[in-house]
């Protein structure tokens, strides 16, 4: 490497390891982080591994808790990893952990569009839920920044 291609490359790294959620805007759930098409695998993995406890509209019962309305203030202020991580850990239920890294991933597809939040051109998958923040407000301009 000459000195200038490596001089370049620790301005990067510095940018990168100093101001990396200062300077690259962040990722919210609102910027379209899921498909369509994975929303829609979701659906059909929700009726079958959810739904006969959660409902087929998502709204629970007086036990269990519904998955639309009240979840999107329940997780903002986290990253989609919290619910990403619970779903994948904790549910279903019955057999917690039993569904795999991408269907996990298309099921939360399919609770983020139940929640009305907009889809996108990429598939959301299991690497990338850390990286994305969960608010349950649409920004009006920008990304709010606590
Ligand atoms: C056998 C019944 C059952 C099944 C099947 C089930 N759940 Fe649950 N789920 C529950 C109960 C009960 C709770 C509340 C657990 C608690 O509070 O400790 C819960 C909690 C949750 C929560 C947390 C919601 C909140 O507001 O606290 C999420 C998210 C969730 N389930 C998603 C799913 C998904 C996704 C599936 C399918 C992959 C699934 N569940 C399958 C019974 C079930």
Request: proline fraction near 7%; charge should be neutral.
């Amino acid at each position: 490497m000459r000195p200038r291609t490596i001089f370049a490359a620790s301005i990067v790294a510095l940018a990168l390891a100093a101001g990396a959620s200062a300077a690259a805007p962040r990722i919210s759930v609102w910027d379209g982080v899921y498909t369509d098409a994975q929303a829609e695998r979701g659906h059909t993995l929700y009726m079958q591994n959810c739904s006969r406890c959660h409902g087929a509209n998502l709204w629970g019962t007086y036990e269990i808790p519904p998955l639309v309305g009240r979840l999107m203030p329940y997780y903002s202020g986290s990253t989609l990893d919290s619910l990403f991580d619970y779903v994948s850990t904790a549910m279903p239920l019955d057999r917690p952990g039993a569904l795999g890294p991408s269907a996990n991933a298309d099921i939360v597809a399919f609770l983020l569009k139940s929640n009305e939040i907009p889809s996108g051109s990429t598939e959301l998958s299991a690497d990338r839920v850390k990286a994305i923040d969960f608010e349950s407000a649409r920004p009006s301009s920008g990304h709010s920044r606590k």
